[in-house]
């Protein structure tokens, strides 16, 4: 059977963004789309899929000359911008010897050589996937833009050694602040927002024609009016209607959250201004190991509440936002959903100086340096002015207009209008590709 499109699922937590969101409604209705899953998919998707394991991958060599590729862009990416391996957790884990390896071999005509090499001797396409997309033969792949995506790399690689058009939609934030496209070269890339096709273009190369804005099909939920969910949500998590409630959703990276959870307890008890405020606590369910500098039980903190992190459902999720009034956090892309509520958040970003991750370089990448000035992220930089800054925030959250002000600022990170992301997706892609879907046969 052929299919107009394929859609590209490398794992699970895709199903959720791409399928379960409904972003991809429209597009069903109008096309016959395919779902090309990874071995590593568990779900099962709407209608027509195929699981295709790809050949490349197969040996131990393969997957050791795919992690190095990379590894190398990685590193090449830094050196273009004059970042080091801190920048992100990725290039901080690799063993001290390998950071300096790569470090050498991104040298320009270094790099360049061996990135002809990936592109068109080792990595030029996979024989498996290739078969596959020679047989539907789609008019179009779409694949995720998500970090260090193999899965998605080969399809795209594969579809444009074959003719196939293909266009990638950006799955994190800070896709382009840290990593950029690296070794995909797709037509057509979907981004967030204004910020981030700024990002693409200023700091990643990216030609502006090949970009469009679309918004994150994951936050179209968020954009529904929430006032009248708020007093049912409140008594399912146990809050009281009066008390002013942050949510504290902890990060994935190595960073002693716990420790600034404390700190901000003790805050909340010094403070009678404060007296109504409560603290719920949601770690990330993801996280990585981490060293703490002091032993904190979060349940025994008596202003802090604990969320149950395994509760994913949408419905606990849109309880969440409509409970709270604000968030706090170490830079989880909570603040996100937060600020399309029109709530706001205090970021924190300094060093906690017991993970070997500085945690201060959340701040200091591009995704977030560009939001200087928005009211809907204030960023502490500085441990000594933790307890101030909170002070501080939670007497501002009484500002006239604010929400408004908030759903205003953050169309630019995320953005949204009438229309669903399905429907401003479908009709981009009808724009781009619309001539290679009518083509017969």
């Not at 307890?387 to 959250?397: K, Q």
């Amino acid at each position: 059977m052929s299919a107009r499109i394929v859609v590209v699922v490398p794992h699970d937590v895709i199903v959720a963004t791409l399928v379960e969101s409904g972003a991809l409604a429209e597009l069903a209705r109008e096309h016959a789309l395919v779902y090309l899953t990874s071995p590593a998919v568990k779900a099962r998707l709407p209608g027509a899929q195929e699981t295709v394991a790809p050949q490349a991958l197969n040996s131990r060599l393969g997957r050791a000359l795919d992690a190095h590729f990379w590894n190398l862009s990685l590193f090449a990416y830094y050196r273009r911008h004059g970042l080091s391996a801190s920048t992100s957790l990725k290039g901080s884990s690799l063993p001290k010897r390998r950071q300096l390896a790569y470090r050498t071999l991104a040298h320009p005509l270094t790099s360049g050589a061996l990135s002809f090499l990936d592109r068109n001797v080792f990595f030029a396409r996979d024989a498996a996937l290739a078969e596959f997309l020679r047989r539907r033969a789609p008019r179009l792949v779409i694949a995720p833009a998500s970090a260090m995506d193999s899965y998605s790399h080969l399809v795209v690689r594969s579809a444009e050694q074959l003719g196939i058009a293909t266009a990638m939609l950006v799955s994190h934030w800070d896709y382009f602040s840290k990593k950029g496209l690296l070794r995909v070269e797709p037509r057509r890339i979907y981004v967030w927002g204004d910020d981030m096709r700024r990002s693409a273009i200023e700091h990643n190369g990216v030609a502006p024609a090949r970009l469009g804005v679309l918004g994150a099909p994951q936050f179209d939920k968020y954009l529904r009016p929430l006032d009248a969910r708020r007093d049912d949500a409140r008594r399912r998590l146990e809050i009281e209607p009066a008390q002013r409630l942050l949510l504290f959703p902890g990060t994935s990276a190595p960073f002693d959250e716990r420790a600034v959870l404390a700190t901000l307890d003790e805050t909340i008890a010094q403070d009678p201004a404060l007296r109504d405020v409560r603290l719920l606590y949601r770690p990330h369910p993801r996280a990585w190991a981490r060293k703490s500098a002091r032993e904190v039980d979060p349940a025994r903190l008596p202003n802090v509440r604990l969320d149950d992190p395994g509760q994913t459902s949408e419905a606990h999720y849109l309880d969440l936002m409509a409970a709270i009034d604000a968030v706090v956090s170490p830079f989880s892309t909570m603040t996100l959903e937060a600020a399309l509520c029109g709530k706001p958040s205090l970021c924190i970003g300094f060093s906690d100086r017991v993970n070997a991750w500085d945690f201060a370089e959340a701040t200091n990448t591009e995704h977030i340096r560009s939001l200087a000035g928005r009211r809907w992220l204030t960023v502490c930089a500085e441990r000594s002015r933790v307890p101030a800054m909170f002070r501080e925030f939670v007497a501002g959250l009484g500002e006239p207009r604010l929400a408004e002000r908030i759903r205003a600022e953050v169309r630019s990170t995320v953005f949204y209008n009438e229309r669903s992301y399905a429907a401003r997706l479908a009709e981009r892609v009808g724009a781009d590709f619309g001539d290679a879907l009518r083509q017969q046969g």
